[in-house]
Structures are given as C-alpha cells and as structure tokens.
C-alpha cells in the first residue's frame, strides 16, 4: 500500500515493470518495449502520438491523435485488452453537434480524455479561426457530441479535472498565438455546466530552469492524492534547432488548484531514446494521460514521442510525490491564487 493515496479512477491492470536498477535521476522510467504504437498503424494514418487512454469496461479505451496520410490531424477511437496493445477505428471519431447534425472539426489534435461523474469528456485543439479548445462528450463511445468551444482563441493543451472542485468543473488550458507559440503558462478556469467558463486564474509560468523556459502546457488529467493534485505536465525549452519538450511534474492545492504546492526544478523525462529524439518532430516527450493503481501507488504515463509515436513510462506514486517534494522550486506567481 502506499503512503500516499491516490483517488479517482484507478486500477490494478495498469501495464507495470519495476523500476530498472540502474535508474539515474527522476523516478520515471521508460517501458522496455516502447514505442508501444509504430508507424503507419491503422489505414490512411501515419503516425500516432499525442494521445489519451483510460479504463473501460473490462479492458482500456483511447482517444488518439492520427496524422493522416494527407498531414491533417484527427482523432480516432482506439481499444485494448492490456493498455499496451491497441486496435484503432478506421473512421474518425464522428462528431455531432447537440441537434444530432455531424459536426466535424477542420482538424483536431493532442486529444485528453477524462471521466467526470458519468460522462466521459473529450477536449482537443482544433480550428475556432484560430488554434482553439474543442471539447465533445460521450457517454458510451458510440455517440460523441460536441459542446460550446469552451475558450477563445488561441490556446491549446486543455485537460479538465476528474471531479468538480467547489461545485464546478475546472479545465487547466495555455493560451497561446496562432503559431508555434514562443510564449505560455498554464492557467486554470471554472464553470458550472461545462458553456459558460470564467474565474480565470494563473496557475503556473514557465520558469528559470532552462527545460521549461519558453512555455509550458498540461498534459495528463491531474491525479487526486492526499498530498493534492499531481499534475504531469510538458516543459519546453528552445535550442539553435528547435523546441525540446520534456515532461515536469508539480502538485497543486487539492481545494484551490491554482496555488502550486511543490514544483520540480528538474524535468521527470526528457528526450533520450531513439524514438523520442527521432521522428517527425525530434526531441519531444509530450505526455497526455496517466492511469494508476491505489493499491500499489503504480502510475503508467502516456506520452507523445518525436510526433511519431506513443510511449509508456513509470513511477510510483511515493517515489514520484518526495522526488517533486525534495527538488522544489515554487515562485511567487505560482504560488499565489493567480488573479490580478
Ligand atoms: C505543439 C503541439 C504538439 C506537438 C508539439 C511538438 O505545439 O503541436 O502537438 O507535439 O508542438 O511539435
């Protein structure tokens, strides 16, 4: 049993290996098999990365980003017995709006999935004139309809949380520009019924650290503990050849998420392996989901690799919370409520 809890949805089939013995650093490791999905994995996609999954009836489920053949992202469905493994739809998700009428994106990439009471919800970047929020719900995966665009543009990487804080719904977003965005903190906003979102507040900035100094955005659901909200996020940094993304971990007030806790000065993962260093995009570890086990406090972490690929990587809960604990670094304008 761990020491400290994890809440919310868990489970005992999360994929696990122990922690190699030779682990330097972080106590995140990668799955000795990744990348766990390759190229060309289902017919007119060429790449999947970016992607979230979850626990489902007696297997996992996946919302996953699909470069098409022709470049365009999309998200499709995808299924697995073991998390590991994992069968795609060919279609792409098909979207309608609340009337029952197809409403399908232009684009729509780097998909978050989380359950919140019954309902399994579906946010993603997508074109609103702009690169904006998409956000769709389902509750059998059969039928996926889409709600208000929750933001304006531009902005990118929203992950709502996995239960209402205070009575309302709380998505983590970064708004950004209508680029590559040279800039971004992660901000966090509230809302009663998922159309109409205010309370804006700051949650965090990029920082000093060089691995997360020119923008930062949320990555997987954030995970309820006793210690608060473990949030996994991605910290980029910018080189002569471009971006670095790497994947940093904090932990936000279980009551006012908008108040950092503990900040990690060091990044959890960074690019190191082929697949993350080679690809389509090189140096990007993008992580979008997590699922974990109460019991045992095993955390499987879900994350984009080099725009090509998806791979699997591991901690512990204890281990992960007193590494983020011991290594922290949290300024003023992360640890302030986040309104001016
Ligand atoms: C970001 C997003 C991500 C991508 C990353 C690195 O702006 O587009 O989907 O993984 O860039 O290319």
Redesign the pocket.
Known sequence: MSKVKIYGITTPKVPWQEKPENLQGAPVWRYSENPIIGRNPVKGVARI??SAVMPYEDGFIGVFRGEQTNGIPYIYLGRSQDAIHWEFDEEKIPFKDEDGNDFMPIYA??PRLVKVEDTYYIMWCQDFYGASIGLAKTTDFKSFTRVENPFLPFN?NAVLFPRKVNGNFLMLSRPSDSG??PFGDIFLSESPDLVYWGKHRHVMGKSSEWWESVKIGGGAAPIETSEGWLLFYHGVTGTCNG?V?SIGGAILDIDNPSIVKYRCENFLLTPEEWYEERGF?PN?A?PCATMQDDETGRIAIYY?CA?TYVGLAFTQVDEVVDYIKTHSVVRESDSEIGRR
Request: avoid cysteine; hydrophobic fraction near 35%; proline fraction near 0%.
């Open positions: 990365f970016n990439y780097d990118r590559h965005t971006f993304y995009v990007v993008f984009g725009d």
